[in-house]
């Protein structure tokens, strides 16, 4: 009777163990993973939305648009910045760009598929509304300045917001 108690506890450990170890594999997999149908700048991994297409490409950066919106995403690499700090030299240089581009609704954070922490804060110029937005890792940051026509913002934002926050940042051999 022992053996057989004994043989009951250890597939109970074993399965338990299985159980509670497999959605943290999945985890980990899925921040190490680079989705079907994404595109690199660096080790930024961008998951473009439907209807997105990538009007040009470097080896650190992207340009996607869909209509009139468009998004860069710049990688660069480094000790990354503070994020306030960063996310201020971002609004600089969108606002040489749109230079009546006013930020408001402050600053939303969230966390990105692979683990990283994110930066998002809205703009509005008179004719466009967009977002910028900043990506940190150890290695370096993921620079973000998406702009759309304020006639057709709505019909992109959920796009964008989607396009932003499931940002990936690739981690040394990882795919």
């Known amino acids: 009777m022992r053996q057989g108690a004994l043989v009951a506890v250890l597939v109970l450990v074993v399965g338990l163990g299985a159980a509670l170890l497999t959605p943290i594999a999945a985890a980990l997999e899925a921040r190490r993973v680079t989705p079907p149908g994404s595109v690199t700048a660096g080790p ?12 040009a490409r470097s ?19 480094g000790p990354p910045a503070d994020p306030q700090t960063a996310l201020s030299s971002l609004a600089a240089a ?9 930020r408001f609704g402050g600053v939303r954070q969230f966390v ?7 930066y998002l804060e809205p703009f509005a110029a008179a004719g466009s509304t967009g977002a910028i937005a900043l990506v940190t890792a150890p290695e370096g940051e993921a620079l973000v300045q998406a702009l759309a026509p304020s006639t057709t913002f709505s019909e992109v934002a959920d ?14 051999g990882g795919s």
């Open 94 to 102: 969108t606002q040489e760009i749109v230079p009546d581009a006013r």
């Open 44 to 55: 930024v991994v961008v998951l473009p939305a439907p209807g997105w297409i990538v009007q």
């Open 159 to 172: 796009d964008l917001i989607s396009m932003i926050t499931n940002l990936r940042i690739r981690r040394g």
């Open 112 to 118: 990105t598929p692979s683990g990283d922490p994110g």
């Open 59 to 77: 080896a650190d950066g992207l340009l996607l648009s869909d209509g009139g919106a468009r998004m860069v995403v710049r990688w660069q690499p």
